[in-house]
């Protein structure tokens, strides 16, 4: 969200390019990758890699052979080569890190069924994709109105004009497998182009719309995270999250991506940790686990008799009591390791970064106060006189 023409207005309100994500300056598009190589030039002899990514509506991106030798930058408009006729796309990446990425998504680049780039888009090329571009709202809204009259179990989330207007990609979800050949005979009699359906699953949908999440940023997947891996409700359980499915899920409806991030971190620091279920046994009674925190190092007990009174006991004091319940022996009660734990050293302000005091505000006002007192009473004592 960093080019240019995206950025804030006099008023403070964000101005927008109204380009969708495909400005030229490929600030503000889906899933951008730095070029880190631009700056660098190549080596004596050697020739650059003749493969291009090009990115068309929302997140799809397909790569693309450059037999012509253009002279390609990021942010150019190009029409390449469709199954028939042609599309229109922006390029997003050129050079060596198109073999890297080919490599991450499994692409052959010395395969020859690679489609090829045609040339730069003419002026009348990039009109007639903005124009179709114009349409897909209408047509979406039409075609969800035709699946609604034929009572089809399915959601018509977006839909993609191919760049000559020939040909339309409308993507769908659905919880069932649909019979959408009447569908599509509807729609290409109304619409009078070549229908393609595509179906899609809940986290690709939220993928290609994007959205704001819950932390107030742009979606994920929609901005960087390219593979989606499985999210389970363990991930929530390790991290002593509440199983809440309407704090837990994202926009797709699935658990959210986000819950993978720390996961790792959680997990190699309960190795170490005591766990959930551990029983400690006192001469006071048998103690339970009542909840953790892995980053302070303490666990809360409380005994059977007494399930709203908790202990707050350190790591090492409870892997103590277990040493000492696996020899047989119990210790006589929580309230011992309690009371250790509340001997703590009063926090005093340190001036560590050459700061003023905390009260630097306050010691100045009293003495404006003081002086103007002391002159009301100089100038009363002068009128007496």
């Known amino acids: 969200m960093g080019c240019s023409s995206c950025s804030t207005a006099k008023d403070g309100q964000p101005r ?16 951008t990758v730095f070029d880190w190589l631009s700056n660098m030039s190549l080596p004596n002899g050697a020739k ?8 068309f509506k929302n997140s799809r991106k397909e790569f693309f052979r450059n037999t012509e030798n253009l002279t ?15 599309d229109v796309g922006m390029v997003t990446l050129t050079g060596e890190l198109v073999k890297v990425q080919m490599k991450k998504k499994k692409e052959d680049h010395n395969s020859p069924d690679l489609p090829k780039i045609y040339r730069r888009a003419t002026q009348r090329d990039i009109d007639k994709w903005q124009k179709c571009r114009g349409r897909e709202e209408e047509i979406k809204k039409r075609s969800r109105e035709i699946a609604i009259i034929l009572g089809l179990q399915m959601k018509i989330s977006d839909v993609e004009f191919q760049g000559d207007g020939s040909k339309a990609t409308f993507y769908y979800t659905a919880e069932e497998r649909v019979d959408f050949r009447q569908l599509i005979k509807d729609m290409a009699k109304a619409f009078g182009i070549r229908i393609e359906m595509r ?6 949908e939220a993928q290609r ?17 390219t593979d989606f891996r499985s999210v389970s409700t363990s991930s929530a359980r390790y991290q002593q999250l509440s199983l809440n499915p309407q704090k837990l899920a994202g926009q797709c409806g699935k658990l959210k991506c986000c819950l993978n991030y720390e996961l790792d971190m959680y997990l190699e620091a309960l190795k170490d940790f005591p766990s959930s279920d551990t029983k400690l ?9 009542q909840k953790a925190d892995i980053f302070k190092s303490t666990l809360w007990f409380s005994y059977r008799n007494e399930p709203s009174n908790w202990h707050a006991l350190s790591k090492d004091q409870v892997v103590e009591i277990i040493q000492k319940n696996k020899k047989k022996e119990k210790v006589a009660s929580l309230e011992e390791y309690v009371a250790d734990n509340s001997v703590e050293e009063e926090k005093v302000f340190e001036n560590v970064v050459g700061q003023d005091s905390l009260t630097r505000f306050d010691r100045p006002k009293r003495r404006k106060n003081r002086n103007r007192k002391s002159r009301k009473n100089q100038k009363r004592r002068s009128k007496n006189v």
Do not use: M
């Open 48 to 55: 650059p890699f003749d493969c291009v990514e090009v990115r």
């Open 199 to 204: 179906q899609i699953g809940y986290r690709q």
């Open 72 to 86: 390609l930058s990021i942010g150019d408009v190009v029409a390449t080569q469709a199954q028939s006729g042609h």
């Open 209 to 225: 719309l994007g959205g704001i999440g819950s932390c107030g940023r742009e979606l994920c997947c929609s901005t960087w995270l």
């Open 281 to 289: 046994h006192t001469e006071k009674g048998l103690a339970f686990c």
């Open 16 to 31: 927008g390019c109204k380009n969708n994500g495909t400005c030229g300056t490929d600030g503000c598009n889906k899933l």
